[in-house]
């Protein structure tokens, strides 16, 4: 993140957190999990990992179609709102602070979803780190998602006709 400015995005996220909801639009996130959860399903994914998370939205849809979910990211006060979020949605969402680049939950996951995060690593060294995180927590075969705002709204207009999917064997 050009030298990624921890304490700087953590300040700004921290400000953004309290309008961040009001700012999202909650269908787009609804047509976004409902385009992944059937790719999950296809290959019987259970355990999903949301890197990234913010305040939870993709992680509360994810959990309201059943799979188990955990959401990881930087800004306490993000995942401060996601608890509120799941708990007000009746939901059970294991949320944690931590640093998409190094991150230990001590757990492997049968897919790991960057969703609209994966563009705040711009250093090849960020993404590299980022990355092997991801592998730590992956289990054998398991399922990676890296979709970004520019994919999604051509995949939901019609007009991107591929999803990509990478399927590990790590």
């Known amino acids: 993140?050009?030298?990624?400015?921890?304490?700087?995005?953590?300040?700004?996220?921290?400000l953004l957190s309290e309008y961040y909801d009001l700012l999202a639009d909650?269908?787009?996130?609804?047509?976004e999990v409902e385009l992944i959860a059937k790719?999950?399903?296809?290959y019987k994914v259970r355990k999903i990992l949301d890197i990234g998370?913010?305040?939870?939205?993709?992680?509360?849809?994810?959990?309201k179609k059943g799979f188990q979910v955990s959401g990881i990211d930087i800004s306490?006060?993000?995942?401060?709102?996601?608890?509120?979020?799941?708990?007000?949605?009746g939901v059970k969402v294991n949320f944690f602070v931590e640093d998409m680049r190094?991150?230990?939950l001590r757990e492997k996951f049968d897919a790991c979803l960057y969703l609209?995060?994966?563009?705040?690593?711009?250093?090849?060294?960020?993404?590299?780190?980022?990355?092997?995180s991801l592998i730590r927590h992956l289990k054998f075969n398991g399922i990676v998602v890296i979709f970004h705002y520019s994919v999604f709204n051509s995949v939901l207009s019609g007009s991107f006709q591929k999803t990509y999917?990478?399927?590990?064997?790590?």
């Open 39 to 42: 790719i999950l399903s296809k």
């Open 1 to 14: 993140m050009i030298e990624m400015n921890k304490e700087k995005i953590l300040q700004q996220y921290s």
């Open 53 to 63: 998370c913010g305040t939870g939205t993709h992680s509360i849809l994810f959990a």
């Open 26 to 31: 909650k269908r787009k996130y609804q047509r």
């Open 165 to 170: 999917l990478i399927k590990t064997a790590c």
């Open 116 to 132: 609209h995060s994966f563009y705040y690593l711009t250093e090849n060294s960020d993404i590299e780190r980022a990355l092997n």
């Open 102 to 104: 190094n991150f230990n």
């Open 76 to 89: 306490q006060a993000m995942i401060t709102h996601a608890k509120v979020n799941a708990e007000r949605e």
